[in-house]
Every structure is written in C-alpha cells, then in structure tokens.
DNA sequence: GTCTATAGGATGATAGAC
DNA sequence: GTCTATCATCCTATAGAC
C-alpha cells in the first residue's frame, strides 16, 4: 500500500482510539492494533506518540471546519443556525473525531497540547463569528451547546437511553434533531466492542 | 496527623492533580508529592488509583451539589437561574473540581469510571429538574454554559485574556459576571507552576 | 514499507521496617 | 500512621532485518 494511504488509515484509526482513551490512555500498540499495523510503525511514521496526536487534533478540526463551510454553503430554506448544528452532530458519526478534539480541551494544561487546542478552539469561534455571521451571543450558546454535546457523547450517554426516562428527555433536549445518528453510532460501537 | 485528616488532604491534592493532568495522565507519585506523603502512603490509603479518582468523583460531586443548594436556600432578589450561575463558577476557585468531573465525564467508556460519571451527571440534572424548578429546555441550557465553562477552563483560556481580543469577547459572553474568579484563580495556578 | 526483537524508563502496587 | 526499598508490568522508542 502505498504510503500516504497507510498513513491516512492509521489517523483514522488513532482517532477513534484517542477519542476512547484519551490521550494518556492511548497506547501506540492499540492504536496500531486498530489500524492492523505494528506498533512500531505507528511510531515511525509519525515520530512520537504526541506528534500523531497533533495531527489527529489538526485532521479534525479541518475536517469540522470543511463540514461547517459545506453547511453553510448549502443554500436551502432552513436557517444557518439549525444547519450548522446538523452539521455538527452529523460529525458524531466520524467516530472518535469530536471526543479527540474534547480530550484536547481538557488537557489545556499541558505545555505542547494547550496551545493547539485553545487555538483549535478559537479557530472554530472565529469561523462563527467572521463567516456564519454570529453575533457574540450567539455564537456563545451555539459552542455550550457543542460542548454539552460533546460531554454526552464523551459518557456514552445514549447507553442508557432505552432504560432511564431522564436520560432520554436530556437527550431529546440537547440534540437538533439527529438524535437518530448518535443511537445508531453508539449500537454499531456496542457491537463492535463485544 | 489524624488518617482522617491526612485523608481529606490527600483528597484535595488529588483533586488539583487529576483536574491539571487527567485520569491516566496522573501518577500516584504526583498525588504524594503535591501531598507531601509518600507514593506508597497515598496507595496504602485508597487501595488502589481508581478506588482514589472514584473518591475524588465523588467528594467533587458532593461539593457541587452543597454549594447549589446553599445558593438555592439563599434567599435573595437575584433570580435563582443566576444564583446558581454564579455558584457554579465560584467552584472554579476549588482547584480540579470541575475539572476532575470534565476529565471522567469524557472517559464514558471506561466500565467503572463510566457508569459513575453518568450517574453523576444525571444527579446535576435531577437537581436541577426536581430541585431548583427547572423545565428541561432550561436544564439543557444550563447545562450546556456550565460545560462550555468547563471546556474553557480546561483550555487555559484564561491564559490568553490579555493578548487575545477575541478571547476576551467569548469569556466575557460566557462566564455569568465573577469572571474576575477565573483570572485570580489562573493567575495564583501560573505562579505556583513556576 | 513494514516487521521482529528489545532497550530503557516509568509506574502502580507490595513488603516490611520503625 | 508513615516511610524506604523494590518488584513486576507496561509502554514508547530504537535497531536492524527483509
């Protein structure tokens, strides 16, 4: 297989396996399992550990920002506002890709990761702000409901979906529609899992 | 020392540590040191380091709930939705707390650190719901701000007040008044770092 | 381009003294 | 109640073959 092919198989890879594990909990020997590869070529073609991490976190936020300008773009009758939010729980499908960018935000802390994710951060609220049009406001309350999105995904919330009454009506609240997506992703991660 | 004591303070230790480097990005030997025990003590305590971060969980959790109740029993013309607000932030001031829960709230995989962060989550939102009087859709956005702060917070946002214009309009949007909380507390952490 | 073997370092936990 | 010493394990990264 050609290079850059393995390459982009095993980003993949290590997207879902970071956004599992998060970055600590990561090892390079599972993501190569991931990827059907051997765990030192995981570290040869990318160097460290932490440089394959960046560019997952880089990967994802390209790809976030692609599905945005793509929502945007879209012309159809139904508002910015509610298309972009699709476009965002759609990306839950990418697994791993959102829970990469949430292990991120939480390890702000850290001298290499920190800087790229309160970058990474901002870039997406800058695209809110200077291409969507948002106002400050709004582009608040679009990124909390993001975040909250994210943290729901990150406990697996729809686990419980079918046998607690609240969890349901908290799903059913935060989502804009979709909500369909996350169940069948989170069945396809059940199944796969066992 | 009492072990009681000893306990509660290698508790706080742990809190500040798990929040600053996550679940498995901390050591028990980092643990010890910001305690001042030693390694073994610190596992000698709690059996083992999850028995220790389901114990952080927990106390952060038990926290959390206490300062919403107090700031609902507070009687007061400011309106319960900020009131709550504002206790939330001012948790911030307890270094790791909200941290500690993001960090288990996006290790939802995880077949013991999962179900517990889930059933903490819901527990804020029962509270909410049962409690403070909330409908659902007020939940979901209350939610949806108090993890957006969390996100923040774990980004060391802060971090780039002064330099970044763009960053200072989203944490003025974001944070309920008593951002100045915030910029104390991240300025007290920078100098302990150095 | 991809693997096997392995070095080197850290970490969680145990044993046992005081 | 708290420590020192230490074991066993795991993990990243390197060396080197094919």
Redesign the interface.
């Known amino acids: 297989m050609r290079a850059e092919d393995r390459r982009e198989l095993i980003l993949e890879a290590a997207t879902r396996v970071f956004g ?6 990561t090892t390079t020997a599972g993501i190569a399992r991931a990827a059907d590869v051997s765990q030192p070529y995981v570290v040869r073609v990318f160097g460290t550990k932490e440089k394959l991490f960046l560019e997952v976190l880089q990967r994802a936020l390209a790809l976030l920002l692609s599905a945005f300008r793509a929502a945007l773009a879209d012309a159809s009758d139904i508002p910015v506002h509610r298309r972009l939010g699709i476009a965002y729980v759609e990306l839950a499908a990418n697994r791993g890709l959102l ?1 990469s960018l ?2 991120a ?5 850290d001298p290499v990761i ?1 800087p790229v ?2 970058s990474g ?2 870039s997406v ?2 695209f809110m ?1 200077d291409e969507a049009g948002f106002s ?2 709004e ?3 679009f ?3 993001g ?2 999105i ?2 729901m ?5 729809t ?2 979906y079918d046998s ?1 009454a ?2 349901r ?2 799903l059913d ?2 989502f804009p529609e979709k909500l369909d997506i996350l169940l069948l992703v989170a069945a396809d991660q059940r199944a796969e899992e066992s």
């Open positions: 599992d594990f998060g970055y600590e909990g829970l949430m292990h935000y939480v390890l702000g802390r920190g994710g309160r951060f901002m609220y800058r702000r400050a406001d582009t608040q309350e990124l909390a409901g975040m909250l994210n943290t995904i990150g406990l697996r919330m686990d419980d607690d609240q969890v009506e908290l609240t935060a």
